[in-house]
């Protein structure tokens, strides 16, 4: 769904009186991105003006009871479509880390522009307790980047820099 009427942000800055910022959403979307929505959920959104990712939301028929240290494959209900040279980037909810101990696995994960499969989340619990998840649970976020296509240019030595090989800790403990 599109919206056409003006939305509003608000907006503080320590050197500046609050204002709102008002403007026509087609403004503010950079892409449109092609997509199935197979649940009863609403499309992914961003929950605020400055929001980097839009919520997901598990598409479940029954609640999923994940145990400490259980991993799980967590369906949306979507099918997307994104240009060549983008990837969405799927990402946990920090929200769901710290009040329940749930994170995603292989994250940042990735979607490719030629991926049509629906997206699923990886899920596992950290926690020491049993945790629900119910349909329509926002349960990780997507973030639309543009990438770069590289082409490798085999060389017999690399430039030396100063940081060399150092990694791993290599720059102190704090």
């Known amino acids: 769904m599109l919206l056409t009427k003006p939305v509003c942000f608000r ?5 500046l009186n609050q204002y709102i910022l008002c403007s026509n959403i087609r403004e503010v979307i950079g892409m449109k991105i092609r997509v199935i929505n197979r649940s009863e959920n609403p499309l992914p959104s961003y929950e605020t003006a400055g929001s980097a990712g839009m919520d997901l939301r598990a598409y479940l028929k ?3 009871i994940i145990e400490p240290l259980e991993r799980i494959l967590v369906s ?3 099918f997307i479509e994104i240009p060549v040279g983008y990837e969405a980037q799927i990402r946990p909810r920090s929200g769901l880390a710290v009040k329940k101990g749930l994170t995603l696995l292989n994250t940042p994960g990735t979607i490719d522009s030629d991926y049509r499969g629906e997206i ?21 976020q997507m973030i639309i980047s543009k990438h770069e296509i590289a082409d490798w240019d085999e060389v017999v030595e690399l430039e030396e820099s100063t940081r060399d090989t150092g990694g791993f800790g290599h720059t102190g403990e704090n």
């Not at 907006?11 to 050197?15: D, E, G, I, K, L």
């Open 11 to 15: 907006a503080a800055f320590p050197s």
């Open 62 to 64: 029954n609640d999923i």
């Open 76 to 78: 949306t209900g979507l």
């Open 120 to 140: 699923k989340i990886i899920m596992i619990n950290l926690s020491d307790q049993d945790q629900t998840i119910k349909n329509g649970d926002r349960i990780a």
